[in-house]
């Protein structure tokens, strides 16, 4: 697709409130009646009571207003008009569909006049993690309460109260809160008044936010205890959490501030506002929630306990932090004109995120982890036909919670990082600090962007990343030689079905050869085809495309430099982001069929000596790509694999060890883990063997275990345990406090062997884990190698009905992530027409991408099994009888 031909959904077309009046002034009143435990305790909603005043431009002449609404009774309604004459409501009608209530007056508002619209309400206090929601806790006495918060991202801000709730239309916000007197209020503000009502309660005003989208509101009555720091310029930065644990916030604080300092400076503006808290919300659906001045996080990604947390939980805490801190400016000071152009908060803050932690944690590369994780999920992803552009297309409010994905998050951190690479990284600081400048406190489109960055750079951005944002994937750069000896490049699109499609991107190219590797060169790639005669010298044995893998495509070369590339890569002479390039490329294009598998599998074992965290994170990718592909419905084909994983695996493994060791780095405390987890998983008897006698010690002393080597022993336990193990390990799961021990529990219960004990384990969660928490136990089952894939997809269609009911629909990103989950390693052709027949049949609204890219990532790899499975085999045998 050209990016000429790509036209944007116009305002008329997208389901926008009519702009008859705007908004200037909101001042929100919520009562969350807390009280009702018993029927909260049943399962039951409660309500909330509420009113808003609504100070109103009036555009156009008007006695109709219309606003979004959804799940709220209006109870009264009426306009007070400059004169002070209050004119009542003479009708109200709702429309389901559209989420809005629209209002008639039996006069109308004058054009530049303003009015404020009052509302009294009643709403419902859902368990959905989404709107205005209770969460469940259990105080240290052991009584269980209810606490009240809030998710509005992106449409949910009008389950909580009626209002105008699109990005673009911007207002500033009085809060007030009536709440038991025993409870903390929190909002985006600090408190300005706190008083009792003389009915049992106090009602605490916050202070008037800055102008902002209603999605970054929040809202907060619960039970907290509090640390507190300051940043550089004085300001307070605090961690909520529950009484007994909010001392596990010194690790998230330090981050926090030392994050909003880096900030400061590289964005060049201040933080605005007077405070930052970050929360640990008990019952949270997502990773956390940005919103502005009061940041909302699932406990784990929050509390760090020094004797309890894994390496993994500590790395992912930072990140998480940084990517929030990074929306106060990205997302909330600037904020995307419509959803089409969500990247621009998501994508940013993901870039930045890692830019932040890179500058805190020098010592851990996590450029590296970028390329390993992030960048490698938006290429698998973005390699289906049913994938979405960058700038995506939307027009129903229900269709938003679908991008939030790896396309909107990691591709655009991807995209973001290959261009600022181009530009370097001192004139793209200088493009984002007056891009932010310039629509500060406003709304902002990609276009917006692209031509701030080319006015600073000088550069053809527009042209360039228009291209990379506007059409769906990314391309296939292959090289060949014709007949002259000359190097042919040819671009396509690449699809892992192995389909050739047209596709044209000007390609940020760089690359380097073996006479001085760390030359890199860059060429622009325009043209469909292009022919390089000097790109490999006579002296030179390879030649490596996409260097340190900062562009987003891939790369296929003739097979001697395959060939060469591979021995390079034995030798040492690649670097590691080149050698993790090396074995994302070439495993991919076998999957799609662009590469014998035999060539990726021949890749493979020049990595016997890696030692690099992010290689081994792919090759283990990797390794599970082929066990679902080849070992899954073959017995024989899988022992074969699991001797072949296990003898790539055992030389690091021995290095590795069992044991921490005196100022190794954070890069080999992830690997350690990760490698032996494989070992486990691949059946190697001697590591089953120790990690099995490691969880017997940790049973009898869990401190005597390091937190980064529990979940390999609970894995090794159950994988290959019965009814004892699995009772241990449920038992762990009721006693543990913290958060991430209890969904370490999670992530290996459903491990276990036997088919009808994974059954019983989804049932038991079903109905007594947190309902943010059971995607991990849905995740471990999906994971068990013992019928798992069938046990999960089974429990998928007969619990569907109970899943909608729970979360809800219209997108929401639970749901999606429980198909994607259920469907992850079914593997046969049967499997992709069984999923598409049960969905055909049923209501799944917002749903409909996530269904569709099931199926085709299920049929990719029965593809990939009928193409190479003789040839997969046949390579193996002769490995391993060499």
């Given at each position: 697709m050209n990016s000429s031909n790509w036209q944007e959904t116009s305002k008329e077309e997208r389901h926008l409130l009519p702009s008859n009046v705007r908004p200037k002034h909101y001042k929100v009143t919520l009562e969350p009646l807390l009280e009702n435990s018993e029927a909260a305790m049943e399962g039951k909603d409660t309500n909330f009571l509420g009113s808003v005043d609504v100070l109103l431009k009036i555009v156009e002449t008007t006695n109709w207003i219309t606003l979004h609404s959804k799940d709220l009774e209006l109870t009264k309604v009426y306009c007070i008009q400059s004169s002070s004459e209050t004119v009542p409501v003479s009708s109200i009608s709702y429309d389901k569909e559209q989420q809005t209530v629209s209002l008639e007056f039996p006069t109308s508002f004058e054009a530049s006049s303003e009015v404020v619209l009052h509302i009294d309400f009643i709403g419902r206090l859902n368990d959905k993690m989404i709107g205005f929601y209770r969460a469940r806790y259990r105080t240290k006495q052991g009584e269980t309460r209810f606490m009240a918060t809030t998710h509005f991202e992106p449409t949910d801000a009008r389950r909580a109260f009626p209002c105008w709730d699109e990005p673009a239309i911007k207002a500033t916000f009085e809060v007030t809160l009536i709440a038991p007197t025993d409870r903390d209020c929190l909002s985006n503000m600090n408190v300005i008044s706190e008083e009792d009502n003389n009915a049992g309660k106090k009602v605490v005003r916050f202070e008037k936010t800055p102008i902002m989208?209603?999605?970054?509101?929040?809202?907060?009555v619960g039970e907290f205890d509090y640390i507190e720091g300051h940043t550089s310029n004085g300001l307070p930065l605090r961690v909520y959490a529950s009484k007994e644990s909010a001392h596990f916030g010194e690790f998230a604080l330090n981050v926090g501030i030392r994050t909003l300092d880096y900030f400061t400076d590289f964005f060049g503006i201040s933080y605005p506002l007077p405070k930052m808290d970050f929360v640990a919300i008990p019952d949270f659906g997502t990773g956390a929630m940005e919103n502005w001045g009061c940041i909302t996080f699932r406990e784990m990604f929050l509390l760090?306990?020094?004797?309890?947390?894994?390496?993994?939980?500590?790395?992912?805490?930072?990140?998480?932090?940084?990517?929030?801190?990074?929306?106060?400016?990205?997302?909330?000071?600037?904020?995307?004109?419509?959803?089409?152009?969500?990247?621009?908060?998501?994508?940013?803050?993901?870039?930045?995120?890692?830019?932040?932690?890179?500058?805190?944690?020098?010592?851990?590369?996590?450029?590296?982890?970028?390329?390993?994780?992030?960048?490698?999920?938006?290429?698998?992803?973005?390699?289906?036909?049913?994938?979405?552009?960058?700038?995506?297309?939307?027009k129903r409010a229900s269709d938003v919670d679908e991008i939030f994905d790896a396309i909107s998050y990691n591709k655009g951190a991807s995209v973001i990082r290959m261009l600022a690479d181009y530009m370097s990284l001192s004139s793209f600081q200088q493009g984002l600090q007056t891009y932010l400048r310039r629509f500060l406190y406003k709304n902002a489109t990609t276009y917006d962007l692209w031509e701030t960055l080319e006015q600073v750079s000088g550069k053809p951005i527009v042209r360039i990343m228009s291209l990379?944002?506007?059409?769906?994937?990314?391309?296939?750069?292959?090289?060949?030689?014709?007949?002259?000896?000359?190097?042919?490049?040819?671009?396509q699109r690449y699809l892992a079905s192995g389909k050739r499609e047209n596709g044209?991107?000007?390609?940020?190219?760089?690359?380097?050869?073996?006479?001085?590797?760390?030359?890199?060169?860059?060429?622009?790639?325009?043209?469909?085809?292009?022919?390089?005669?000097?790109?490999?010298?006579?002296?030179?044995?390879?030649?490596?495309?996409?260097?340190?893998?900062?562009?987003?495509?891939?790369?296929?070369?003739?097979?001697?430099?395959?060939?060469?590339?591979?021995?390079?890569t034995k030798n040492g002479e690649l670097d590691a982001m080149?050698?993790?390039?090396?074995?994302?490329?070439?495993?991919?294009?076998?999957?799609?069929?662009?590469?014998?598998?035999?060539?990726?599998?021949?890749?493979?074992?020049?990595?016997?000596?890696?030692?690099?965290?992010?290689?081994?994170?792919?090759?283990?990718?990797?390794?599970?790509?082929?066990?679902?592909?080849?070992?899954?419905?073959?017995?024989?084909?899988?022992?074969?694999?699991?001797?072949?994983?296990?003898?790539?695996?055992?030389?690091?493994?021995?290095?590795?060890?069992?044991?921490?060791k005196e100022n190794e780095t954070h890069s080999i405390s992830?690997?350690?883990?990760?490698?032996?987890?494989?070992?486990?998983?691949?059946?190697?008897?001697?590591?089953?063997?120790?990690?099995?006698?490691?969880?017997?010690?940790?049973?009898?002393?869990?401190?005597?275990?390091?937190?980064?080597?529990?979940?390999?022993?609970?894995a090794?336990?159950?994988?290959?345990?019965?009814?004892?193990?699995?009772?241990?390990?449920?038992?762990?799961?009721?006693?543990?406090?913290?958060?991430?021990?209890?969904?370490?529990?999670?992530?290996?219960?459903g491990r276990i062997p036997d088919p009808q004990l994974c059954q019983e384990m989804l049932e038991w969660s079903w109905k007594?884990?947190?309902?943010?928490?059971?995607?991990?136990?849905?995740?471990?089952?999906?994971?068990?190698?013992?019928?798992?894939?069938?046990?999960?997809?089974?429990?998928?269609?007969?619990?569907?009905?109970?899943?909608?009911?729970?979360?809800?629909?219209?997108?929401?990103?639970?749901?999606?992530?429980?198909?994607?989950?259920?469907?992850?390693?079914?593997?046969?052709?049967?499997?992709?027409q069984q999923v598409k027949a049960f969905f055909h049949d049923i209501q799944a609204e917002g749903c409909e991408r996530v269904i569709k890219q099931s199926i085709e990532e299920i049929n990719v790899v029965a593809s990939w099994n009928q193409r190479d499975r003789e040839n997969v085999s046949n390579w193996l045998n002769k490995y391993l009888n060499e």
């Open positions: 989208s209603t999605y970054l509101l929040v809202f907060i760090v306990d020094p004797v309890n947390t894994s390496s993994e939980i500590r790395t992912a805490v930072a990140e998480v932090v940084a990517h929030e801190l990074a929306h106060q400016w990205f997302g909330n000071l600037v904020t995307m004109e419509w959803w089409t152009h969500l990247w621009l908060n998501e994508g940013f803050a993901t870039w930045a995120s890692y830019l932040a932690v890179d500058h805190l944690f020098p010592d851990w590369e996590v450029w590296k982890d970028f390329v390993s994780s992030t960048f490698a999920s938006a290429m698998k992803l973005d390699a289906l036909e049913s994938s979405h552009p960058i700038e995506v297309d939307v990379w944002t506007r059409q769906t994937g990314y391309p296939l750069i292959e090289i060949k030689l014709n007949e002259n000896e000359e190097f042919v490049l040819e671009q044209q991107w000007i390609v940020i190219m760089r690359y380097a050869v073996s006479s001085c590797p760390s030359q890199v060169k860059c060429h622009l790639m325009e043209d469909p085809q292009e022919i390089l005669n000097n790109l490999l010298g006579k002296q030179d044995k390879w030649l490596k495309v996409n260097a340190s893998q900062s562009g987003v495509y891939r790369v296929n070369y003739p097979q001697f430099i395959w060939e060469a590339l591979s021995e390079a080149d050698r993790l390039g090396l074995s994302m490329d070439s495993f991919a294009l076998a999957r799609s069929g662009f590469l014998p598998t035999s060539t990726a599998l021949l890749l493979m074992c020049s990595f016997k000596n890696e030692t690099e965290y992010a290689c081994w994170v792919n090759l283990l990718s990797n390794f599970e790509g082929l066990f679902v592909a080849f070992g899954t419905n073959d017995e024989q084909c899988c022992q074969l694999l699991n001797r072949f994983f296990c003898d790539i695996l055992r030389g690091i493994a021995s290095q590795l060890g069992w044991k921490r992830l690997l350690r883990p990760k490698v032996l987890q494989a070992l486990v998983d691949y059946q190697d008897p001697h590591t089953i063997d120790i990690a099995k006698k490691l969880f017997i010690q940790y049973v009898e002393d869990p401190n005597s275990v390091e937190p980064d080597l529990r979940i390999v022993a609970m090794a336990a159950i994988s290959y345990g019965g009814r004892q193990e699995y009772e241990k390990v449920k038992e762990m799961h009721e006693t543990f406090t913290l958060n991430e021990e209890k969904i370490r529990c999670l992530r290996v219960l007594h884990v947190r309902p943010g928490d059971f995607m991990f136990a849905l995740y471990s089952a999906a994971m068990n190698r013992c019928k798992g894939p069938q046990v999960v997809w089974h429990y998928m269609q007969t619990h569907w009905k109970d899943m909608v009911e729970r979360y809800g629909t219209g997108g929401n990103h639970m749901l999606t992530n429980l198909i994607q989950l259920s469907t992850r390693r079914l593997s046969s052709k049967e499997d992709a």
